[in-house]
């Protein structure tokens, strides 16, 4: 059985499009079929975790991309992508791909930006999100849910817009026990009482979890937001290494 | 840091391939200055022609990987230990 | 043996026939590719310097821009297979460089702020065929692009153009750069697909 998943984990593995959801304008959700993803015991993967992605053209290009996953361990297996608008990967899975198309996958991969019940040893959890930084902390929310657990959560969200916002539907009748916070930075609707700002220190200290209370930090977006929101939970007192981050480079949001 | 800069994150899967094991949470120390970060942590540049993880403290050169008519080249001296 | 996407195809523009060499394709994107941090010297502390000659040369950047400048319209060859046509270019010619210092080195290292390297003839950097440039479509070349001087060598692939360009070294020998000590050609010439060493 070992020697199975060692497999499954190093080497790409045909997939199926299953189905496909657009969840924004510029989003959607990809689910996944993938025979020989890990036994159906071992729970598949861990919330946070991404997959490698590679297309193939039928000249032989090949592209690959990592996508975080956003279903938790135990769904089918699903991972949301946002459309750049001068990419060659993200335009294709977001407006082209069907229902039957096929693709490789490799992974799950990552070790350190995951989160099962335990991790962060009782103190609450800090979630930022920026832009479809929101992905693999949905999954860790959708574990959370799934396992029963009960640690206190704030989400720290941070979108262009309301319509923007990627699983609104969740968000807005969060789980008992999880609270959302968004801003919304170009726009935002009518009679809008929310945070209209990029997150800065200001919004944190009103935002984040006292440091006193320990909590754990996760923190996902573009580059330039996980920086910024990274450096200033360090200056609440957050230690460095109760702040993880996963930087996606320069995108939108 | 750069908007296109990524981390240790973005090569899980190139660090699976090359060492045949979950790497991201390793502790890579800098042999120019001594830094020590997890992998998952360090700043990632991929400009295409390969990949360069830096020390986030120096900005050393720690690793370098390209491939090279299918054959990938790993060169690890920046590091002083890895582990 | 891969299955194929179904209509996934590389984003490509239409080339015209014999602009561009074996394996490119033409995009009119300028992708930021870099090999570490985007420097940010200021001008009061840069110069640009020619070593490994009977003396060393320097310019700070008021003499460098005292120089005369030239205005170089060439395409341009990635070997990550992207080509860029008529880019526009503000430099100065290495044969003003190279023409203020006395050497016999048939070779040169250029080093750059960062640490990057790449190497290549002396030949290849006279006869009109290569520049410091510090403009790029008609104003300041960018941080991100290479500013605020790179050298261009538009007849190699582009990781010969080093950003961020701080001098070069004249050598007796062609020590392999950055790139090349990874695997990459030590001349890179694209119109004979020199990508990688061997080929």
């Known amino acids: 059985m070992a020697g199975t998943a060692v497999r499954g984990r190093l080497s790409w593995q045909t997939a199926t499009v299953g189905s496909v959801m657009d969840e924004t304008a510029r989003v959607r959700t990809l689910r996944l079929e993938v025979p020989d993803w890990f036994g159906p015991s071992a729970g598949q993967h861990r919330a946070g975790q991404h997959v490698d992605i590679r297309l193939t053209a039928d000249d032989g290009y090949q592209a690959e991309r990592a996508y975080s996953i956003a279903s938790a361990p135990g769904e089918p297996l699903a991972i949301t992508v946002e459309r750049l608008d001068d990419g060659e990967v993200s335009p294709y899975l977001t407006e082209q791909v069907r229902t039957g198309d096929q693709l490789e996958v490799r992974g799950p991969i990552g070790g350190y930006f995951v989160w099962e019940p335990g991790s962060g040893s009782g103190g609450p959890l800090l979630l930022a999100a920026g832009g479809s930084g929101v992905v693999p902390l949905r999954a860790i929310l959708r574990e959370r849910s799934r396992t029963g657990n009960s640690v206190p959560v704030r989400l720290l969200y941070s979108s262009r817009s309301f319509q923007d916002v990627i699983y609104s539907s969740e968000f807005d009748s969060p789980p008992e026990g999880v609270k959302v916070i968004y801003t919304l930075t170009r726009s935002q609707p009518r009679m809008w009482q929310g945070y209209a700002r990029r997150v800065d220190e200001q919004m944190l200290a009103e935002v984040a979890w006292p440091a006193a209370d320990r909590p754990l930090a996760y923190v996902c977006g573009p580059t330039s937001f996980v920086e910024s929101v990274a450096a200033g939970l360090v200056k609440l007192g957050y230690p460095a290494g109760r702040v993880k981050t996963e930087r996606f480079g320069a995108t939108g949001g | 840091m750069d908007e296109e800069t990524l981390d240790g994150n973005a090569i899980g899967g190139l660090l699976m391939e090359v060492f045949g094991a979950e790497m991201t949470t390793a502790v890579a120390t800098c042999g120019s200055c001594g830094a020590a970060r997890q992998v998952a942590e360090l700043p990632v540049y991929m400009p295409g022609l390969g990949t360069v993880a830096r020390c986030r403290s120096c900005e050393s050169v720690l690793m370098v990987f390209t491939k090279v008519h299918r054959v990938t080249c790993v060169d690890l001296m920046g590091l002083a230990s890895l582990g | ?199």
Request: with cysteine.
């Open chain 3, 1 to 199: 043996m891969s299955p194929v996407s179904r209509g996934f195809r590389r984003k490509r523009e239409a080339a015209p026939a014999d602009r561009v060499p074996p394996g490119q394709y033409v995009t009119k994107d300028f992708p930021v590719l870099s090999a570490g941090p985007t420097p940010h010297t200021p001008l009061t502390q840069w110069s640009f310097s020619i070593t490994g000659g009977s003396e060393t040369k320097t310019w700070t950047w008021e003499e460098f821009r005292a120089l005369p400048t030239e205005q170089v319209t060439t395409d341009i060859h990635c070997v990550t297979r992207w080509s860029k046509l008529d880019t526009m270019w503000e430099g100065v010619s290495l044969d003003v460089l190279l023409g203020a210092v006395e050497y016999d080195a048939r070779y040169v290292l250029a080093f750059s702020d960062g640490g990057y390297t790449t190497n290549m003839p002396v030949a290849d950097l006279l006869g009109g065929k290569a520049w410091v440039a510090y403009g790029y479509g008609g104003g300041p070349l960018g941080a991100e692009h290479g500013g605020p001087a790179r050298l261009l060598v538009p007849h190699l692939y582009f990781w010969k153009s080093a950003k961020w360009v701080r001098g070069l070294r004249l050598r007796e020998v062609d020590e392999p750069g950055f790139w090349e000590n990874y695997g990459y050609h030590i001349y890179g010439d694209p119109w004979r697909e020199q990508r990688y060493a061997g080929d």
